[in-house]
């Protein structure tokens, strides 16, 4: 279900009616923000068979391609591991044949920057010379992780997170959310909508936002050898160090706001009381720094930089409070 993004979907739509569609687009954005989703409605889109509106969502090409089964759409997802060169091969061979039911063979490759160096020069092969019924979808966070060929060749496509008010609408008309946890979860998102629905869905998330929130103090009390400590545990888990630091990031962002006096919403709206306390000894330059040095961490580990050392630098520079 495509939250937001209407105009990227009526944009794409447009310029396929026109007959000028690119064989290949490139949806950019952060994280969680419905890149994916917008890929899969398009790629819907150009099978579905009913007249208007396209897609319609429920023909039987339409709902295929949700499931997944849709033989002339292929989708390459490969959550936190990197697209390989036999991935990419198998996925040429595949388009190389002529669509099975319609006009388009679509392929969807999401995370692409993730794509190793092989992985990618092999696409280039299909994004220079591509087959007239082939329409590839690309998907990523960091542009300046792309090689500058694979880029050259799309047509690209900027996302942004949606307004805070239409994610916590939408939890609450298309998913059945009570009003105060869509509010909370809607701000906790930043406007990434695909954070807010996999919170709906998976009560661990929460619980492991309760946790990092715990450690945010924690921390503030423990030495040098307990936070390496934790530097080593927390490095071993790459999915849960990047969840982690986003929390810590808006957590810090709303200190930072409080110490600052100004006049906007937090992120955190359910821990005002906690956050308050906090703010009290913590002064506007300390959590301007933590801010800086958790989005700064959160770059080094997006490009390779050594996490484990990332993470130990991040931990030493945490303000310390007295017993």
Not at 9 to 22: I, M, Q, T, V, Y
Request: include cysteine; aromatic fraction near 6%; proline fraction near 5%.
């Amino acid at each position: 279900m495509l939250v937001g993004h209407a105009w990227a979907l009526e944009l794409l739509l447009r310029r396929w009616k026109a007959g000028c569609l690119s064989h290949a687009t490139l949806l950019l954005g952060p994280p969680n923000i419905g890149k994916t989703t917008l890929a899969r409605v398009f790629a819907q889109a150009l099978q579905c068979v009913a007249p208007t509106p396209m897609p319609c969502g429920t023909c039987s090409s339409c709902r295929r391609v949700t499931t997944g089964n849709h033989p002339d759409v292929r989708i390459l997802d490969t959550p936190g591991e990197p697209i390989k060169i036999e991935q990419v091969r198998e996925l040429q061979r595949d388009l190389a044949l002529l669509p099975y039911e319609g006009q388009w063979r679509v392929a969807i490759l999401t995370e692409f920057e993730r794509a190793t160096l092989e992985a990618a020069n092999a696409l280039l092969k299909t994004l220079e010379e591509p087959p007239s019924y082939v329409v590839l979808l690309l998907t990523a966070t960091r542009i300046d992780q792309l090689l500058p060929t694979i880029v050259s060749r799309c047509q690209t496509l900027w996302l942004r997170p949606l307004a805070i008010d239409q994610v916590q609408q939408a939890l609450m008309s298309q998913w059945g959310v009570e009003p105060s946890t869509a509010k909370l979860l809607a701000h906790l998102s930043g406007g990434r909508i695909g954070w807010a629905v996999n919170a709906v869905y998976d009560r661990e998330v929460m619980e492991r936002r309760a946790e990092a929130l715990e450690q945010i103090s924690d921390l503030m009390h423990q030495n040098r050898v307990q936070r390496l400590g934790y530097a080593a545990a927390l490095s071993r888990s790459p999915k849960l160090l990047e969840e982690t630091l986003m929390l810590w990031g808006n957590w810090w962002h709303d200190l930072l706001l409080l110490r600052a006096g100004a006049q906007v919403p937090v992120c955190n709206i359910d821990q005002l009381e906690r956050l308050h306390a906090q703010a009290q000894y913590i002064t506007l330059d300390q959590a301007r720094r933590m801010v800086e040095q958790v989005e700064f961490v959160m770059q080094c580990i997006e490009q390779n930089v050594n996490t484990r050392l990332a993470i130990e630098v991040l931990l030493l520079s945490w303000p310390r409070v007295e017993e």
